[in-house]
């Protein structure tokens, strides 16, 4: 296929649970460190820690079961902050927005300040559902980041320090390239075999997929092995290739279609030929890949609102209410690459 490709460093998602106060502080050095590792320059690892400490203010004082995702751009470029709750929803989100505006009992107090400092930032709340915050930060002269439509969430199991779990999205001519690798089992040596295909499908993240599921099969030879889900988005289409329990399904405004798994095996250990399967991608869908660490039950009857939230605020939603935490979970959500007129 040839072209140029970009991607970003994979690491895992940072989860900061929002249940009591003393998470803002938390918050706030977690952030200013994942900018530090994304290098972003000057002032804006401080101001990174300045909306992770809002947002995380807010939903201490306001909301319940309230989260933080934080984490490394999906294409790269800098860094994404994402807020989730099942709280009241904000009332009156265009006053929450001014900048200096505060109350003591409103969810939306101090958005004002993160409008400010943040590159992008994207609110969708309901009463009675809750609200979800992506707040991205990207150097002065960096390309726009609310093109970027692309979410992902990549969390370890409860009580393990690493995640079995890897995940990348990669862009090659008018196509991006995700995948998402569940490595068998849970620890250290589930992230031994997750990480090693992980480096293997950057080598050449743009060869067709049964050729770079093939390499991948070469690649976790001497490791545990594991299930594997090849997602190619061009525009108005796209394919799958997987093995074992990836899936794929597109949730477009009003339906979820193309309900999709992989082959029976372990890549690494026992693999069939690889096939490919295709199916449109209409305008306004998302495609949605991920592993059995996230629910797949979410997928039955997901809101309006669900199926209406941008990519970067799906993957966050389902990771925060549909993770099983037993497990390793990984989520992708993403679109085509935007035509260049």
């Not at 990174?48 to 790269?76: C, D, I, M, R, Y």
């Not at 939603?317 to 992708?332: E, N, P």
Request: charge should be neutral; charged fraction near 20%.
């Amino acid at each position: 296929m040839g072209g140029a490709v970009t991607s970003a460093e994979a690491v895992p998602t940072a989860h900061i649970a929002v249940d009591h106060y003393s998470a803002v502080h938390l918050a706030a050095e977690t952030a200013r460190a994942v900018a530090e590792r994304c290098r972003l320059s000057g002032a804006l690892p401080d101001r990174a820690a300045v909306v992770a400490s809002e947002l995380a203010s807010n939903l201490a004082k306001h909301a319940s079961s309230g989260s933080l995702f934080l984490q490394p751009l999906p294409l790269g470029g800098g860094m994404e902050i994402v807020a989730v709750d099942r709280g009241p929803g904000i009332g009156e989100l265009q006053r929450c927005l001014a900048d200096g505006y505060t109350t003591g009992t409103s969810l939306g107090a101090g958005l004002g300040a993160v409008k400010r400092i943040a590159t992008a930032l994207t609110i969708r709340t309901q009463p009675g559902t809750g609200t979800l915050i992506c707040a991205r930060l990207t150097e002065p002269d960096a390309k726009e980041p609310a093109g970027q439509e692309v979410g992902v969430v990549c969390l370890p199991a409860d009580r393990e320090q690493v995640s079995g779990d890897a995940c990348a999205v990669v862009e090659h001519d008018s196509a991006r390239t995700a995948i998402v690798v569940d490595g068998l089992g849970h620890g250290p040596p589930a992230a031994e075999a997750a990480q090693a295909a992980l480096r293997a499908f950057h080598r050449a993240p743009d060869l067709p997929l049964p050729a770079l599921l093939t390499g991948l099969h070469r690649a976790l030879r001497r490791t545990r092995g594991a299930a594997v889900g090849l997602l190619r988005l061009h525009p108005g289409r796209a394919e799958y290739s997987g093995v074992g329990n990836v899936r794929v399904l597109t949730l477009t405004p009003l339906d979820v279609e193309h309900r999709l798994t992989g082959q029976p095996g372990i890549v690494g250990l026992n693999m069939a030929t690889p096939s490919v399967r295709a199916f449109p991608l209409p305008t306004e869908a998302t495609a949605v890949l991920h592993s059995d660490g996230i629910d797949q039950r979410w997928a039955r009857s997901p809101s309006a609102f669900v199926h209406r939230l941008p990519p970067f605020l799906l993957a966050a939603s389902l990771a925060h209410s549909h993770r099983l935490s037993r497990d390793d979970a990984t989520v992708i959500a993403a679109r085509p690459r935007q035509r260049i007129p």
